[in-house]
């Protein structure tokens, strides 16, 4: 914990407050740990039982994370805002930084000719009761998602991926219900379970997607939901083939019990075929974000799915934040019918792809086994991820550490390809050489 902030507290409730704010002022940051149950009780002269009782309030909001002979720490993205990090900053000087997880800018369409375009033929203001999924839209979208066999009868719109998988859960979830993710997984779904107050459980990975002995066993162990990334999945890179998908059909097939989840956030950008499970479970749903190829900022998924599950996620909107603009359902719509874009994705993909395959192969060549099937990142197994973050560092590189992704698996590195030339390949690889392989702790 940090040795500025002092929590204070004589109830559950104050203590939990103190933690927060600690948290909201930025004294207390991500990763910091706080001090055992009995420790704190001490200090603060009041029962174990009484911290115990704050610590779980903060461990159901999402706030801390209980990893034990780690102890007690902040969670690496709390859902509290703090005060002095509302941007995130830059890398420190010199360091080339593979650790963001985003597209190459240089690859996305620009957006000025688009919106000038709109403005142009705009037409008056809409009202509250018109607003919702254009017509237009809606068959552009089912197009779309069809031409990859996914059934799109039932639709409605997100503000992206992420918020889609918020809005499903909560639809059907209750807090303390089991969530089957990825392990590794993408680590932001991970920090919104656990806001959710939701229990995940995790499911191994391999480079065609989750294991079917691994779902059944989350299957078996309770969970009420399953969430599987069709493809360029984060932090691996994985896939769901073929055979994977039928096996886990065959699985999941007539199931009434749980939600499917299907994230398929980078869409044009993979350049694998799609194997959906669309329709394998009774309650399911597909999500297709547009923010990997056409912009971050452009917060918008579609949401295809059994008929009560999108009815749910559409009326929950529509009592709250009430639609998705359709000005930028307008922007999208532009975007997916110019043939220029559309080159644009094409050529984007093309260079994740030879960036990617490049990377993993170096790293083939000096007997390391990365994997990056598809997608924006390569996660590569290490020993120890402080000694390899830290050999990076010095040589000038900034990677995320593989304790973001993690429930269980073991520990790895995740590189993001965006940012790299075929000149950086090579001392890239030999860093990453190095890294790999700590030196033995020295004789006791």
């Given at each position: 914990m940090s040795a500025r902030y002092q929590v204070t507290g004589a109830a559950a409730a104050e203590i939990s407050a103190s933690i927060e704010s600690g948290i909201r002022h930025a004294a207390l940051a991500p990763g910091d740990s706080l001090p055992p149950v009995r420790v704190l009780a001490a200090e603060l002269a009041v029962s174990p039982a009484t911290v115990s009782r704050a610590y779980a309030e903060l461990r159901r909001r999402g706030l801390i994370v209980t990893a034990g002979r780690h102890g007690t720490r902040v969670r690496p993205r709390p859902p509290v805002a703090a005060r002095r990090a509302a941007l995130r900053p830059p890398p420190a000087a010199g360091l080339r930084d593979l650790s963001r997880g985003e597209p190459d800018a240089r690859l996305l369409p620009p957006l000025g000719p688009h919106l000038a375009a709109l403005a142009e033929h705009i037409g008056p203001p809409i009202s509250y009761s018109d607003a919702g999924m254009l017509p237009e839209f809606a068959e552009a979208a089912r197009q779309r998602l069809a031409a990859d066999g996914v059934p799109a009868t039932d639709l409605t719109l997100s503000s992206g991926a992420l918020d889609g998988i918020e809005r499903l859960l909560t639809a059907q979830l209750r807090p303390g219900d089991v969530v089957a993710v990825e392990d590794p997984g993408w680590a932001n779904q991970l920090d919104l379970i656990a806001a959710l107050g939701l229990r995940p459980i995790g499911v191994p990975v391999d480079d065609d997607g989750p294991l079917v002995a691994g779902v059944a066993a989350a299957i078996a162990a309770g969970a009420r939901a399953l969430i599987?990334?069709?493809?360029?999945?984060?932090?691996?890179?994985a896939a769901v083939s073929a055979d994977r998908a039928a096996a886990l059909r065959d699985l999941l097939a007539g199931r009434t019990?749980?939600?499917?989840?299907?994230?398929?956030?980078a869409a044009e950008l993979a350049r694998v075929p799609l194997h959906p499970l669309a329709g394998a479970t009774a309650h399911w749903a597909f999500l297709?974000?547009?923010?990997k190829p056409f912009g971050p900022d452009l917060r918008?998924?579609?949401?295809?799915?059994?008929?009560?599950?999108?009815?749910?996620?559409?009326?929950?909107?529509r009592v709250g934040a009430g639609w998705v603009s359709t000005l930028l359902q307008r922007l999208v719509l532009s975007l997916w019918h110019d043939p220029a874009v559309t080159a644009l994705v094409e050529r984007a993909a093309d260079s994740y792809e030879r960036r990617r395959r490049g990377l993993v192969a170096a790293l083939a060549d000096q007997g390391l086994s990365a994997h990056g099937r598809?997608?924006?990142?390569?996660?590569?197994?290490?020993?120890?991820?402080?000694?390899?973050?830290?050999?990076?560092?010095?040589?000038?590189?900034?990677?995320?550490?593989?304790a973001l992704f993690r429930i269980a698996a073991p520990p790895a590195l995740r590189l993001t390809i965006s940012p790299l030339t075929e000149a950086d390949l090579p001392p890239l690889t030999q860093t990453l050489t190095h890294a790999t392989h700590p030196p033995p702790p020295p004789p006791s």
């Open positions: 599987v990334t069709s493809r360029a999945q984060n932090p691996t890179g019990d749980l939600l499917l989840i299907e994230d398929d956030h297709r974000s547009v923010s918008l998924a579609v949401l295809a799915g059994d008929e009560t599950t999108v009815a749910r996620v559409a009326g929950r909107t598809s997608g924006l990142n390569v996660w590569l197994p290490v020993t120890d991820e402080t000694f390899a973050s830290t050999v990076l560092r010095d040589a000038g590189w900034l990677a995320a550490p593989g």
